[in-house]
């Protein structure tokens, strides 16, 4: 399954060549996936150069289910929801609210009126992933600290939200869920070594919390993994220009950060300052591309011009830095479609889908992991059941997640 999903499109000829499986297993596994409805053949392909036999491509059933991401913001959220390839189904924005003693009650009504909208695709869905803004421990299911939420002590989102739903459901850092994103949806460019920068202006009305404004945070992938760090806040992110007097992640007075959108001077300090930090980032650890998603995008052209300009200028050596800059062009539904990204790794990372897959997918994950030129696991695609993951969430929600994929098969349930 994971092999189809990172190629989109592969024969079982291929299939047998990546994995270093016998032809005859690759077919037996097939034929299993075929009969539940997970993958579809598609018209042969050609024939090799001795004839023979065109092999027949394999795809995922688009239809078998989808996924939905959530970013939930203290004044909105976004939803999107995705089918097994990555393409949009349906999407939402609207104003609501989400902070502090209403967080739980808020997010409850939020899921439900979407889940509600869901049904109408006729696609049964599969988990949802929730992106917020703060320090977030993914394994433990908790929000640490979260200063837009408003949320000065920890939130335990698994014991007071998870664990009570009847679909699984998996909690990111907002800037981790974008770099997941790119992860699942640029899956055949075996990205490896890159940084996402989220950067939103929020709707900030208090005077006193005019510094919130601004709002940034990084994603961080160093070999085709996301980044945590040992307490879990790798990414959380203030300027090196900042002083003690500074309230908010940049040097900006409370007033300049308020009208960063309406002033193009105080805009153009912005992304000079922001460019400046990313590019010290991006050369220290050598980073192969610097994405860029969130408000941010709407002023990509002074953004590209200003970060190239000041990679290079930071790059100590004669020759030009290779640090490619790409935007995510999703706007407001970077975090969201980045949530539901996750769930896609989470599906195709040695999850059962079917009962009688238990047995087969037992008995590869016992062989030997193919590997790319550059050493590591086939696609980059992190192996997010291995030991030191922090996606390990324990039997209970493994067998939350089989049971819902399960329970999609369209002969049977529904959201």
Not at 72 to 97: C, H, M, N, W
């Amino acid at each position: 399954m994971r092999e189809i999903w990172i190629h989109r499109e592969i024969s079982r000829i291929q299939i047998a060549k990546n994995l270093g499986l016998d032809k005859s297993t690759v077919t037996s596994i097939t034929a299993e996936l075929l009969s539940a409805g997970l993958v579809h053949e598609t018209a042969e392909g050609a024939a090799g150069p001795l004839g023979g036999r065109r092999p027949v491509p394999l795809t995922l059933n688009r239809r078998y289910g989808c996924v939905l991401g959530l970013e939930l913001r203290p004044e909105s959220y976004t939803a999107v929801a995705t089918d097994l390839e990555g393409s949009i189904l349906y999407s939402k924005f609207e104003r609501a609210q989400l902070t502090g003693a209403g967080f739980r009650d808020g997010f409850f009504d939020i899921a439900g009126r979407v889940r509600e909208e869901l049904r109408r695709s006729e696609v049964p869905l599969l988990g949802i992933g929730v992106g917020v803004s703060g320090v977030v421990h993914p394994e433990k299911g908790l929000i640490r600290y979260s200063i837009p939420l408003q949320l000065e002590d920890p939130f335990d989102f698994r014991g007071q939200i998870a664990q009570g739903y009847d679909l699984p459901l998996f909690l990111e850092n907002d800037a981790n869920a974008c770099a997941w994103g790119e992860l699942a949806f640029h899956r055949s460019k075996r990205l490896r070594d890159f940084l996402f920068v989220l950067a939103e202006f929020r709707d900030v009305r208090d005077r006193s919390r005019y510094h919130e404004k601004t709002a940034v945070g990084l994603g961080i992938v160093i070999g085709g993994r996301v980044h945590y760090g040992h307490s879990f806040s790798a990414g959380e992110f203030r300027s090196v220009f900042c002083t003690p007097e500074c309230r908010g992640q940049f040097s900006l007075t409370e007033e300049e950060a308020y009208r960063i959108e309406e002033d193009p001077a105080v805009l153009s300090r912005f992304i000079r300052e922001l460019s400046r930090n990313i590019s010290m980032i991006a050369n220290t650890f050598n980073l192969g591309r610097v994405f860029l998603g969130g408000h941010i995008e709407r002023y990509r052209k002074e953004v590209q011009a200003v970060l190239a300009e000041e990679i290079q200028r930071n790059w100590p050596y004669p020759d030009e830095a290779h640090c490619r800059i790409h935007f995510s062009s999703l706007g407001e539904k970077a975090v969201a479609y980045g949530a539901a990204g996750m769930v896609l790794h989470r599906l195709f990372a040695g999850t059962y889908l079917t009962a009688s897959f238990e047995r087969v997918l037992t008995d590869l994950s016992a062989l030997p992991s193919a590997e790319t030129e550059g050493g590591g696991p086939i696609g980059a695609i992190p192996d997010l059941m291995s030991v030191d993951s922090p996606f390990v969430e324990g039997e209970k929600n493994e067998t939350a997640l089989s049971a819902a994929v399960k329970g999609s098969s369209p002969r049977r349930g529904g959201n």
